[in-house]
C-alpha cells in the first residue's frame, strides 16, 4: 500500500472518517487535562508568578502556528510536483487552522509579556517575524478567495507559501539568529538544561500533544469539506453547460 492511493478523494475521505473520531478524542482528553493539570495543580513560579501558566496555551499554539505552515509548506510542494488536488486542498484546509493558532499565541504573549516585560508588544526579531507570518496566513487565504480557477490558487498560494516559509523558521530560530531581543528562548529543547522545571514540563507536553491532535482533526474535518465543496462547484459548473 502506497500513501499517494489517499490522493484519492474518495480513498482520503474513507480513512479519514475511520481516524478522524479517535483522534478527535484524543484531543478533547489531552486538552481538559493538560489544562486543568496546569492551571489548577501546578505552583507559581517563584519569578512569574502566576503567570507563567499561560505556558500551557502560549506554547503549544505557537509551535502549532510554525508547523501547521510547515505541513502547507509540504503539502504545497507535492501539489507543485504531482498535480495532487487532496493535497492542495489540505493546505488550504491547514491555513485558517494555522491562522488561529497564530493568532493565539500572539494574543497570549502579549499577555504573558506585559507583566514581565512592561510592554505589550516589543519590535522583538521573533515576536516580529512572527506577526509577518501571522499576515502571510492572512494574505494565502485572501488569494485563494481571490481566484476563481482552483488549479491557478494552487499555484500561486504554493509560491507564497515557499516565500512565508521564511519568516516561519525565522519565528522557530529568531532567538538563536540574534541575541539581542526580550523574548526568551525555547522552553522545549533537547538541551535539558533550557528546558522548564518538571512541574510545568508534564502538563506542557499534554496540551502539546491536545493542540496536534486537535490540528491533525481540525484538518481532516475541513479537507473533507473542501474535496465535497469542489466536487460540488465541478458538477454546477457541469450543468450549467449543459
Not at 489540505?90 to 504573549?109: C, D, M, S
Amino acid at each position: 500500500m502506497s500513501i499517494w492511493e489517499y490522493a484519492n478523494p474518495v480513498k482520503f475521505i474513507r480513512a479519514t472518517d475511520r481516524v478522524l473520531p479517535w483522534v478527535s478524542a484524543l484531543a478533547l482528553v489531552c486538552l481538559v487535562t493538560g489544562l486543568i493539570w496546569g492551571f489548577f495543580f501546578t505552583p507559581e513560579d517563584y519569578r512569574q508568578g502566576s503567570t507563567v501558566k499561560i505556558i500551557y496555551l502560549h506554547v503549544p499554539s505557537a509551535l502549532m502556528a510554525i508547523n501547521a505552515w510547515i505541513m502547507m509548506l509540504v503539502a504545497s510542494l507535492i501539489w507543485i510536483v504531482r498535480r495532487h488536488h487532496v493535497s492542495a486542498l489540505a493546505a488550504r484546509a491547514a491555513a485558517p487552522v494555522g491562522t488561529v493558532f497564530t493568532l493565539i499565541a500572539l494574543a497570549t504573549g502579549a499577555l504573558w509579556g506585559q507583566p514581565m516585560w512592561g510592554t505589550w508588544w516589543a519590535w522583538d526579531p521573533r515576536l516580529t517575524s512572527f506577526l509577518i507570518l501571522f499576515l502571510f496566513y492572512l494574505g494565502y487565504m485572501a488569494l485563494w478567495a481571490a481566484i476563481e480557477n482552483d488549479d491557478t490558487a494552487a499555484d500561486l498560494t504554493s509560491i507564497l507559501c515557499l516565500v512565508g516559509s521564511v519568516f516561519a523558521l525565522l519565528s522557530r530560530y529568531a532567538v538563536n539568529f540574534w541575541n539581542q531581543g526580550l523574548h526568551q528562548g525555547a522552553s522545549l529543547s533537547l538541551d535539558a538544561e533550557e528546558n522548564v522545571a518538571d512541574v510545568f514540563w508534564y502538563p506542557l507536553l499534554v496540551c502539546i500533544a491536545g493542540f496536534v491532535a486537535l490540528f491533525i482533526a481540525l484538518v481532516f474535518l475541513r479537507t473533507q469539506t473542501e474535496i465535497r465543496a469542489r466536487r460540488a462547484r465541478a458538477l454546477l459548473a457541469r450543468e450549467r453547460r449543459a
